[in-house]
């Protein structure tokens, strides 16, 4: 059994690589982020994200094993993301990791990113199995019960922006610095939330489904509508339309824990770092006696720490992937017999 894994990541704008000791304890996690890079275009550039991988990629995995006080040698499994992200960026982290495994000749396993992404929660928290989880980051928004800690079934996502791609748009669209998210946080600190009535899209429905791309054209509406916006004014319109995109996120969540008769929840992503969402989510949940487990910041981000983790309970329950793994982009593959696997 492989008790030390080797957890590698780099679907987006972050290489990273980890060591976890029985799909818990982190015994490194090293993050290079590249927002600075793509911070004057506004957004994450693909091709300039997978070529800084390829530069870091290997830096990045060293400095995780020599933090763990490790050597190479001792990794007994390895664990990348194979997807959902960008194609580019994906075939860095998988290459890497097929070389490791085949030259140690040690189990290798592909993670789904947004699966990992909850499974982060197990990094901190004892969360009891049944439990609904919500993925919520620039490029998603999800919505899963999990069975097990292999066993995820989606409830629900966006149909259109992410919720984290509202408020980096939104953000753009105020003239702040990218990302918007972490901007509109600070913002909405001493703004007023009620001071405009932003849409809350699927609130009333019995759907698990997200959409943000109605929050974000009432926004482009209100600026039209109103120039000449005041340092104070620019506050509220933040903390209005962050109480929008937040409320959704949470009570969604909740109609989904309530309706699955769960008694705990997790919330995770980039978007989880937002100070109004833990705290609406701590209050509104516990209202209803179910316990709400977000990660720290640092679990919550893009890391391989959660790739690590999910990838060891996979490793643990005789999950396996060969070294022809592909990567996907978009929705995970399904393997339907007769038909081979189907790329939805
Ligand atoms: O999970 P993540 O690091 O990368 C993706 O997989 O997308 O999430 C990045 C997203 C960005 O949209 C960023 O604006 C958002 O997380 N974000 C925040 C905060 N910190 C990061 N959004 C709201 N409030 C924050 N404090
Ligand atoms: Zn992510």
């Known amino acids: 059994m492989a008790s030390i894994t080797l957890g590698i990541e780099s679907s987006c704008d972050e290489t990273a690589a980890s060591v976890i000791r029985d799909g818990r304890e982190v015994l490194s996690s090293?993050?290079?982020?590249?927002?600075?890079i793509h911070k004057e275009f506004g957004g994450v550039v693909p091709e300039l994200a997978s070529r800084k991988h390829v530069e870091l990629i290997i830096p990045v995995i060293q400095q995780s094993i020599a933090k763990a006080g490790m050597k190479l040698e001792q990794i007994e499994g390895v664990c990348v993301t194979c997807g959902p992200g960008l194609m580019g960026c994906l075939l860095v982290g998988m290459s890497a990791a097929k070389a490791i495994a085949y030259s140690l000749d040690v189990p290798f396993i592909g993670v789904d990113h947004l699966e990992a992404h909850i499974a982060a929660a197990h990094i901190e928290h004892d969360v009891p199995f049944p439990f609904v989880g919500l993925i919520t980051s620039g490029g998603h928004t999800s919505l899963y019960l999990v069975n097990d800690y292999t066993n995820y079934i989606l409830l629900g996502k966006t149909r259109d922006d992410a919720a984290g791609e509202a408020l980096d748009k939104a953000g753009k669209l105020l003239g702040l610095s990218y990302p918007g998210g972490v901007e509109i946080d600070k913002a909405s600190k001493s703004g007023d939330r009620l001071a405009i009535e932003f849409p809350r899209p699927f609130m009333s429905t019995s759907s698990h489904d997200f959409s943000?791309?109605?929050?974000?054209?009432?926004?482009?509406?209100?600026?039209?509508?109103?120039?000449?916006?005041?340092?104070?004014?620019?506050?509220?319109?933040?903390?209005?339309?962050?109480?929008?995109?937040?409320?959704?996120?949470?009570?969604?969540?909740?109609?989904?824990?309530?309706?699955?008769?769960?008694?705990?929840?997790?919330?995770?992503?980039?978007?989880?770092?937002?100070?109004?969402?833990?705290?609406?989510?701590?209050?509104?949940?516990?209202?209803?006696?179910?316990?709400?487990?977000v990660p720290s910041p640092e679990?919550?981000?893009?890391?391989a720490a959660m790739i690590g983790v999910l990838g060891y309970h996979k490793l643990k329950v005789g999950d396996r992937s060969g070294t022809h793994l592909k990567a996907y982009s978009t929705t995970r593959p399904r393997y339907i017999r007769g038909r081979g696997l189907i790329e939805e």
Do not use: P, W
């Not at 090293?30 to 600075?36: E, K, L, P, T, Y």
């Not at 679990?299 to 890391?303: I, R, V």
């Open 30 to 36: 090293v993050v290079a982020s590249q927002i600075d």
């Open 212 to 293: 943000f791309s109605g929050v974000k054209t009432a926004l482009v509406y209100f600026m039209r509508e109103n120039s000449g916006i005041s340092d104070s004014m620019l506050n509220d319109i933040c903390a209005s339309y962050q109480e929008a995109v937040v409320e959704t996120l949470v009570e969604k969540t909740l109609y989904a824990a309530k309706t699955r008769g769960v008694k705990a929840a997790v919330i995770s992503g980039g978007v989880a770092c937002n100070t109004r969402l833990r705290e609406m989510g701590e209050a509104r949940f516990a209202e209803h006696g179910i316990r709400l487990h």
């Open 299 to 303: 679990y919550c981000t893009d890391n």
